[in-house]
């Protein structure tokens, strides 16, 4: 990631919450670290820094977003898309490229997905900041704008971690889409058109940690012809070349152990900023 600033730039840019490791910030301020024209970067490799590699089924390009800005610094949300090539190997270990249509074998539109975290039930609010026990609704949902595809793809959830912001995480869904502790969250309820899924579940957090993200993989597949046969189904898992994995994350939310002072959820927004800008992990 480059960057340029107006005037020399001799401070530091660091990850978020991983200050302490060398790897992840760049001292500007050191003999040679600045350059005079103002630009400079960093160098993040997949895996480090708790850098996400998220899987999309219609990435929407590259996005830059202002999380917060305090008086003198500035933080940012990037993500940078690019394209996936998948390669496959024939018997004489000649290689040939697989385009994205050909795993589908067709040219049907795909869905747009989302994970959401929302309160009390499947339809409520989308949850910003909760205590530990209350009850919530985890959503997923791959639906298409036109209506005529609606119906066509079916989905598995699976594959799921919950995050804590600094590096940790603990699988709460496996390969297979079964919960692996079913007090912590069970397996996912689908409907009958197998395009959303849903689950209850009570509030927790990491030790030490003021919040929580989700994260999982989604298997979408062609329900015509039989397409989604053991796919989405609670049994062993059958290989069928008719599926496009994606990742899906569901948002951010900050977890509080004890009631705020104060009941107004104005003053609650407030305090949450305040931690905010303390140790948001990412």
């Not at 340029?4 to 001292?27: E, L, M, W």
């Not at 895996?47 to 390009?61: A, T």
């Not at 290989?239 to 977890?255: E, I, M, P, R």
Request: hydrophobic share 30%; with cysteine; net charge negative.
């Amino acid at each position: 990631m480059r960057f340029r600033t107006k005037r020399p730039f001799t401070g530091k840019i660091y990850v978020q919450g991983h200050y302490s490791n060398p790897d992840c910030r760049v001292d500007f301020g050191q003999a040679g670290g600045a350059e005079h024209d103002g630009r400079g970067g960093i160098r993040l490799h997949h895996g480090s820094c708790d850098m996400d590699r998220q899987r999309m089924v219609q990435p929407e390009g590259m996005q830059f977003s202002t999380l917060f800005v305090t008086k003198t610094d500035r933080a940012f949300h990037i993500n940078c898309m690019y394209r996936e090539d998948s390669q496959t190997l024939d018997s004489e270990m000649t290689v040939g490229d697989v385009t994205p249509a050909n795993i589908l074998h067709n040219e049907l539109p795909l869905p747009q997905c989302q994970y959401t975290i929302r309160k009390d039930n499947i339809n409520g609010e989308l949850l910003k900041f909760s205590r530990v026990g209350d009850l919530i609704m985890h959503r997923w949902d791959c639906r298409s704008e036109d209506e005529k595809y609606k119906n066509v793809y079916g989905m598995l959830v699976h594959n799921c971690f919950v995050e804590d912001g600094q590096g940790d995480r603990v699988q709460v869904i496996d390969e297979r889409g079964c919960h692996k502790d079913p007090n912590v969250l069970g397996d996912p309820t689908y409907t009958k058109e197998l395009n959303m899924a849903y689950r209850e579940s009570y509030v927790f957090k990491f030790r030490d940690r003021i919040g929580v993200r989700f994260s999982c993989e989604i298997k979408l597949c062609v329900k015509a012809e039989n397409g989604c046969d053991g796919i989405t189904i609670r049994k062993h898992r059958s290989v069928n070349t008719k599926v496009v994995d994606a990742d899906l994350f569901s948002q951010y939310v900050f977890v509080l152990d004890e009631p705020v002072v104060g009941e107004d959820e104005k003053e609650e927004n407030n305090y949450l900023n305040n931690i905010k800008l303390q140790n948001y992990g990412k």
